[in-house]
Every structure is written in C-alpha cells, then in structure tokens.
C-alpha cells in the first residue's frame, strides 16, 4: 500500500513537474490517508455487518485523535498496522456491545472512573510516545502535544458523566460508554513498555516469510 | 482536465501530510518515514 502511495506521488508529481521533497510529502500524505480510508471502510463494515456500527465508530475515532496526541507503540508494516487495527476495532466494539453491558451500573461507573484516572496519570507521565519514523524533537511540540491531549481527554470525561448520568434516567448508552472507555485504556496502553512489546509480536508474525 | 483532477490530489495529500507533521503520529499505528521539510512543524 506504501509503495502503492509511492507511484500515485510520482505520477502526480511528474505530471505537475514538482521536485523530489514534495513528491516525498504527497507520498507521505497520501500513505496517511490511504491508512485512514481503509481502517474506517473496515471499520464500518464490520461494524455494519455485525451490528456495532455506533461502538465501531467510536473506537475508530477515539483511538485515532488520542493517538495522534499522545502517540505509543508502532507497527513496522501497514499491512500490521491495518491487522491490528481491525482485530481491535472489531474486538472492542464486540465487547461493547455484547459483553460489558451486562455488568451492572456501579461496574461501568468504578471502570470509568479508574479507566480515567489512569490514563490522565500515563499520559502526564509518558506522552507523547514518539516513532524513530517520526521523533518529536522540540520541547515546545511535546507540550503543546500534551496540553492537546489533556483537552480531549477533558472532553471524553465530560461525555462520559453526561451518558452515565443519561444512563441513570433510564437511557441505553451503556455500550458506547464502554466502547469510549475501552478505547482509551487500549490507547494509553500503547504508551508503555506492556504495549510496545504486543505490537511487536504482531509485527514479528508479520515479517516472517510465509 | 487530468492535470486539474491531479492538482487536486496533490493539494490534499500535502494537506493530510502538513496536518500528519503537526501531530505526535499519522493515524493509528502505522507510521512513515517523515520527510525532511516537515520534521519542523
């Protein structure tokens, strides 16, 4: 798919006579979106097809706006990284919908509250988690990074009261709720060490010759 | 009328990619080698 982004650059770069950096950026940008269009076509359809389509969704993009704050582990292909990302989207959003909901209130209130509690103290610890591909130099970016991401967490947990505060006036929202909680607690596990090395066995099945 | 459709693709790749630079990764977990010109966003 990378070199797929790699030709479509070169194309549009010849044609348009652009020099060697720019057709570097477009590959870059086209590499991204091709990595965004697929996963959310696969989450979608996943979803649609076995009936998650609201958790899958909020999987896909919690995960991503988090992850492009506090970034965490990486995998070494994109034909990894589009594998783990639907084995995820699809797992989470299957728990959220079947399993987690049959937990009573108090179990979704107490996970919420260490859920948040734990990711606010990873990600004032450790983030943002950076790639070799993409090192975040300057302290002033870290930052700025960091204050992002303190926002949006801001924002999860004040969605979060409100549907657990709906929840209790007899609304049904409980599996988004969880579908929001799963994703964070995937996403802040990606910062350490425990989350470097699972995405690291997956990249190794993935380079082994077949 | 190609080279216009072209142009286009282009405006949004380097679009996607100056937004991509901006951030701690691109999306998810898959991240490229960045290009030198955005190393300093």
């Known amino acids: 798919m990378e070199q797929l982004a790699h030709r479509w650059a070169q194309k549009i770069g010849t044609t348009l006579g652009t020099d060697e950096e720019r057709i570097a950026v477009m590959a870059y940008g086209l590499t991204a979106l091709l990595q965004l269009v697929l996963i959310f076509l696969a989450a979608a359809l996943l979803g649609w097809a076995l009936g998650f389509f609201g958790e899958s969704m909020i999987v896909f993009f919690s995960v991503g706006f988090l992850r492009r704050l506090i970034g965490g582990a990486h995998a070494g292909s994109f034909n990894g990284c589009l594998v783990v990302s639907i084995f995820c989207i699809g797992f989470f959003s299957a728990l959220a919908h079947y399993v987690l909901p049959l937990c009573p209130f108090w179990v979704l209130g107490g996970a919420s509250l260490a859920i948040y509690l734990t990711a606010v103290v990873l990600i004032a610890r450790l983030a943002p988690v950076d790639s070799p591909n993409k090192p975040v130099r300057s302290s002033e970016k870290r930052r700025r990074l960091r204050r992002g991401a303190f926002g949006v967490m801001v924002a999860f947990v004040l969605l979060t009261a409100a549907a657990l505060l709906w929840q209790t006036r007899g609304g049904d929202c409980a599996r988004y709720i969880w579908a929001l909680n799963l994703s964070v607690l995937w996403q802040t596990t990606m910062l350490t060490g425990c989350g470097s090395r699972l995405i690291r066995i997956v990249d190794l099945r993935f380079k082994r010759p077949l | ?41």
């Open chain 2, 1 to 41: 009328m190609k080279k216009k459709a072209l142009a286009a693709l282009s405006v949004v790749a380097t679009l996607v990619a100056t937004l991509a630079a901006t951030s701690a990764c691109v999306w998810w977990f898959y991240q490229p080698e960045e290009p030198e010109s955005l190393k300093n966003l």
